[in-house]
């Protein structure tokens, strides 16, 4: 990965990496729910992507349930949309301290890990990204989160409890990818975009840097995703450590590649919703051919989605995002 993220500093040549999954599935003839419920199913949607599109690295679908089922959470799985958590887990001071840290076999974590691990042993050309939510926004899923809101300055020891062992399954979970083969692990950590620069160092910036310690190397990337900031905490992320930053659309692209160090990987940020499914397909070449333009100084700059392409984008739109990347290399 060293020498891959090398590669992107010094080529004039721009590469895109979409957090996309949902194209796949639907191109194959599958719904949301067979692919979040079987390991084989998104194992096909991600080789589909690799095999049709030229992104520089391919992504697992970007759930943010899946940890918290496996801590216990109730789940609902519609069919054609993102499975949602239903409920909170813990509550207070007794119950955090009762919650026991999971092991890899719960839930449906085996089947994400075998997703990855098919992906791997076929996907040779490209970095196979694996995903993995983000300690804070796995702690909101689980107290719930206006209430985590509050208790972070009610009852902060309490989240810090529950942080830290909300970050020792992460980190298993995240060691386990690595040692699968992923090339990295994309961090989904939006909620932390609700916090100040401060309370995000506090709440997030600090488990991040753990896991960044503990696993990112030469070989294992760890990328760190915050749709949910909006300038505010970009510093805090940039404290995390990681080797790339994935920035959402609520995020002034410019702003954000002035004030990250030159060495780390800052990618994003068209929006996913807006333009690349909403909007025609000339509207999205002309959107991304615009955001490499308005970058084109910055040789850290990576293309991508503002965060993952949600289900029912046009294969036409897709097309648009990729043509925009081809005339601007041209």
Not at 9 to 31: D, W
Not at 144 to 156: C, G, K, L, Q, R
Not at 256 to 270: D, E, H, T
């Given at each position: 990965m060293s020498q891959w993220t090398d590669e992107i500093?010094?080529?004039?040549?721009?590469?895109?990496?979409?957090?996309?999954?949902?194209?796949?599935?639907?191109?194959?003839?599958?719904?949301v729910i067979d692919a979040v419920k079987s390991g084989e199913v998104h194992y096909q949607a991600i080789k589909y992507l690799a095999d049709h599109y030229s992104s520089a690295?391919?992504?697992?679908?970007?759930?943010?349930?899946?940890?918290a089922e496996a801590f216990g959470c109730q789940i609902e799985f519609p069919e054609n949309d993102m499975p949602h958590v239903l409920g909170r887990l813990v509550y207070d001071e007794t119950s955090v301290e009762a919650l026991q840290v999971p092991n890899l076999h719960m839930g449906?974590?085996?089947?994400?890990?075998?997703?990855?691990?098919?992906?791997?042993?076929?996907?040779?050309?490209?970095?196979?990204?694996?995903?993995?939510?983000?300690?804070?926004?796995?702690?909101?899923?689980?107290?719930?989160?206006?209430?985590?809101?509050?208790?972070?300055?009610?009852?902060?020891?309490?989240?810090?409890?529950?942080?830290?062992?909300?970050?020792?399954?992460?980190?298993s979970y995240c060691r386990e990818l690595k040692n699968l083969g992923a090339?990295?692990?994309?961090?989904?950590?939006?909620?932390?975009?609700?916090?100040?620069?401060?309370?995000?160092?506090?709440?997030?910036?600090?488990?991040?840097q753990e896991l960044v310690k503990e696993l990112q190397d030469d070989k294992f990337a760890v990328i760190l995703h915050n749709c949910g900031n909006t300038g505010q905490c970009t510093q805090a992320m940039i404290e995390s450590g990681a080797a790339a930053l994935h920035f959402g659309n609520a995020v002034d692209m410019m702003?954000?590649?002035?004030?990250?160090?030159?060495?780390?990987?800052?990618?994003?940020?068209?929006d996913p919703v807006g333009v690349i499914k909403q909007a025609s397909?000339?509207?999205?070449?002309?959107?991304?051919?615009?955001?490499?333009?308005?970058?084109?100084?910055?040789?850290?700059?990576?293309?991508?989605?503002?965060?993952?392409?949600?289900?029912?984008?046009?294969?036409?739109?897709?097309?648009?995002?990729?043509?925009?990347?081809?005339?601007y290399n041209r």
């Open positions: 500093f010094a080529t004039s040549q721009r590469v895109a990496i979409p957090v996309m999954t949902h194209p796949g599935i639907e191109a194959l003839g599958y719904k690295a391919c992504s697992t679908i970007m759930d943010l349930t899946v940890e449906r974590v085996p089947e994400y890990l075998k997703a990855t691990r098919m992906a791997v042993e076929t996907i040779t050309d490209k970095p196979v990204l694996a995903g993995c939510i983000g300690p804070f926004s796995l702690a909101g899923r689980l107290y719930d989160m206006s209430e985590i809101m509050v208790a972070i300055y009610t009852e902060p020891e309490v989240i810090l409890t529950l942080l830290r062992k909300c970050n020792e399954f992460i980190i090339s990295g692990v994309f961090i989904a950590e939006p909620a932390a975009g609700l916090l100040s620069n401060d309370d995000c160092m506090i709440y997030s910036t600090v488990f991040i702003e954000a590649l002035k004030v990250c160090p030159a060495n780390i990987v800052v990618m994003g940020n068209v397909p000339e509207k999205v070449k002309e959107v991304t051919l615009g955001l490499l333009h308005k970058t084109s100084d910055y040789k850290n700059f990576v293309l991508s989605s503002g965060c993952d392409i949600p289900p029912h984008v046009s294969l036409e739109n897709i097309n648009a995002f990729f043509k925009a990347l081809e005339e």
